[in-house]
């Protein structure tokens, strides 16, 4: 079969060679001028995964290309989704068990044949390139990307570095200091960006990928050769002068303490950085260690966590307008983000210079986002302002995001009843209103439920969807879908005070004020909570919510849990009314004026500190389980991680908990209790959890 043959995928022709048919994961042929065309077409996988089985069949595709040597071979995916995301995570386990240095010595064998194979080997790659599957890009002596192409290594994210010859092969290729920052941070390089970086030697149009891989073997392949910082880097001196400003850098955000990944890719690069072949020696048995390490089984448990709620964000939504009550800091984003993943979005609210700066803060996530200027002007295209409201008679889902106030909302949905389509969704976003009684007021009970976004939401994956006693099945099945479908991950609960983000941080964070009037300083608690392994300290994440809201959710629950609550501070209570609300206001606990407050890490703290901040959310984690907020235990953990960032190296609070052992953290709630007040007492869940 001669000439080249065109998939298409909707609106997407992936340019795929010669296609001679399957062979396994890969479809294979050679053109009429002697090209060999490999393309990666995962079996039974809407996504291409860099596994054993793929790995074996690229060998034998080698063997035979060594046999019959072509012209030139070219790798490239026949999935529309994107090239390959990496390596199959929940393969890691049994790698472990089965020995995972001689795993990886047999997988870098593979990609070693692919790199000194006697003919130019191109790599195309549209969409993302991640991990094992940016590795296999890597090993190829050319690399061309189609526009909204993306490398990165994501594996310290899992506990990991890159395993399969990534730490060699990219600061071989880029600026060695550029390729450590990728890997360190797990950071993605978009399409430009790999191509300033030297990731990529050009970028076209998918239309133009057969030329342009013609043009590139008919002129040849320049072989990189590295420039004067990376000659300087060669030198050992050189390189541990730049190892001990990264593992400086890196201990600030990732505490080798808590997560050593990035910490022993440091100390592999330092020590064997200008040795290709020890480099790799060091790379597989670093990889197979850090596989064992606590750190890293926690951080893939998150992943799974994450593939969890994604299951549940499948299926079709039915949602394609989307209206938007209230073009505040909330409801100017969520219309943003459902806009940027393709809905039709309408945004009402009563004053216009609000929808105005709704707009513009569209624009803003669209930039953060790398969108391109078509892109954004499509997503702006589908954002319309609706002062009027005309737009809700259209829409099949609204979202009321107006004041949390229960007057204000009942007014709002009285004026629904004649407007809605009978089929139409609405959702209330709340962080902190009772769902039950607001369903009274709803035009349709049945189809009313909670969506509680998380600020910022263009960064925060998580939404809550609360089911009311009369919410039904289908209403809470296409709100998951609605989640997925613009890029959130659904946790699916029952309406309780504060759900359970809120319910577990609130805790948190009143604790840290009473230890603050108790004259604690603000640092010492905060640095406690960082040493834990937060994300950030009780006291400027209050600030960051917003000092205001941390007050209302604080009153609910007050209202409305049976279990005792640390008290509300009167110095909170003072900064609400004098307008100090936190980042937002420039000034809360810490003055935000100049940016982010840098809280260091503080050796101050009392013994019980840590524990008088972190065990509160244990304790209220445990009620929303044996109140059956969530479905299970695993829920609640994944709701703290991806909504707040709870510790996630230590896997989520309840599992924390099983790793700290259920007595321990019992008597020690006990110890509290008798210290300091019946809040600590333990929940009666305890008795049950294990």
């Known amino acids: ?315 079709e939504d039915g949602v394609e307008h989307v209206h938007v009550i209230g073009a505040g800091a909330m409801g100017a984003d969520i219309a943003a983000v459902a806009a940027i993943k393709g809905k039709t979005v309408t945004l009402s609210d009563l004053a216009m210079d609000t929808l105005g700066r709704a707009v513009k803060q569209a624009e803003r996530i669209c930039h953060d986002k790398h969108l391109s200027p078509a892109e954004t002007r499509d997503v702006l295209d589908r954002l319309m302002p609706d002062p009027r409201g005309y737009g809700i008679a259209r829409a099949d889902l609204v979202i009321e995001a107006a004041s949390e106030q229960v007057e204000v909302k009942e007014k709002i949905y009285a004026d629904l009843g004649g407007r809605m389509k009978p089929d139409a969704i609405l959702a209330i976003n709340t962080s902190s209103l009772a769902l039950d009684r607001l369903a009274k007021a709803a035009p349709n009970p049945s189809q009313f439920a909670g969506l509680h976004f998380f600020n910022p939401v263009a960064r925060i994956d998580l939404v809550e969807v609360i089911r009311s006693r009369g919410t039904n099945s289908d209403t809470l099945t296409r709100l998951a879908a609605f989640c997925g479908a613009i890029g959130k991950l659904p946790v699916m609960l029952s309406d309780y005070p504060g759900f359970v983000v809120n319910r577990i941080l609130t805790p948190y964070m009143l604790e840290a004020m009473m230890l603050m009037d108790e004259g604690v300083p603000k640092e010492v608690i905060d640095s406690a909570a960082l040493r834990f392994g937060m994300p950030m300290g009780p006291v400027a994440l209050a600030d960051q919510v917003g000092l205001d809201v941390g007050l209302k959710v604080a009153e609910s629950l007050h209202e409305r849990l049976e279990a005792p609550m640390p008290a509300i501070s009167n110095d909170l209570r003072e900064k609400v009314a004098a307008g100090n609300l936190g980042r937002k206001t420039g000034r809360g606990f810490y003055d935000w004026s100049e940016g982010t407050p840098q809280v260091q890490t503080d050796g101050r703290a009392a013994p019980d500190l840590t524990d008088r901040l972190i065990l509160p959310m244990l304790n209220a984690a445990v009620e929303v389980l044996r109140q059956d907020v969530a479905v299970d235990a695993d829920a609640i953990d994944a709701a703290m991680i991806f909504a707040t960032g709870w510790a996630p190296f230590r896997g989520g609070p309840l599992h924390y908990t099983r790793t700290r052992g259920t007595k321990a953290v019992t008597e020690r709630l006990r110890e509290l209790a008798e210290a300091h007040g019946p809040r600590f007492a333990p929940d009666d869940g305890w008795h049950g959890f294990s």
């Open 1 to 315: 079969m001669t000439g080249h043959v065109l998939k298409h995928l909707g609106e997407t022709k992936l340019e795929l060679g010669p296609l001679a048919g399957r062979e396994g994961n890969w479809r294979v042929g050679r053109d009429a001028t002697g090209v060999l065309w490999l393309a990666l077409d995962k079996v039974d996988s809407s996504i291409n995964t860099i596994t054993g089985d793929v790995l074996r069949e690229l060998e034998t595709h080698m063997a035979a290309a060594e046999a019959n040597l072509p012209r030139a071979v070219v790798l490239r995916s026949a999935k529309s989704g994107g090239f390959a995301a990496g390596a199959d995570i929940t393969s890691f386990d049994r790698m472990s068990d089965e020995g995972a240095a001689e795993l990886l010595a047999q997988g870098h064998a593979v990609l070693d044949r692919l790199e000194k194979l006697a003919c130019p080997t191109v790599c195309v790659v549209h969409g993302a390139a991640l991990g094992a599957g940016f590795e296999l890009a890597l090993a190829c002596d050319a690399r061309i990307a189609v526009p909204g192409a993306s490398f990165g290594f994501p594996e310290v994210k899992l506990g990991l570095h890159p395993g399969l010859g990534g730490t060699f092969r990219l600061p071989a290729l880029i600026d060695p200091t550029e390729a450590m920052t990728m890997m360190l941070t797990g950071k993605t390089a978009h399409t430009d960006r790999a191509l300033s970086l030297g990731i990529v030697g050009e970028v076209v149009e998918e239309r133009h990928v057969a030329a342009a891989v013609h043009a590139l073997i008919e002129n040849g392949i320049e072989r990189h050769e590295p420039g004067l910082k990376a000659r300087a880097l060669g030198f050992e001196q050189a390189r541990t002068m730049m190892a001990r400003q990264m593992r400086s850098r890196t201990e600030e955000k990732a505490p080798a303490e808590h997560y050593p990944a990035p910490h022993a890719l440091i100390e592999l690069w330092e020590e064997h950085g200008n040795d290709h072949d020890t480099m790799q020696r060091g790379e597989i048995t670093s990889f197979a260690n850090l596989l064992k390490t606590p750190s890293s089984k926690n951080l893939r448990r998150v992943f799974s966590l994450r593939q969890k709620l994604k299951d549940t964000a499948r299926g």
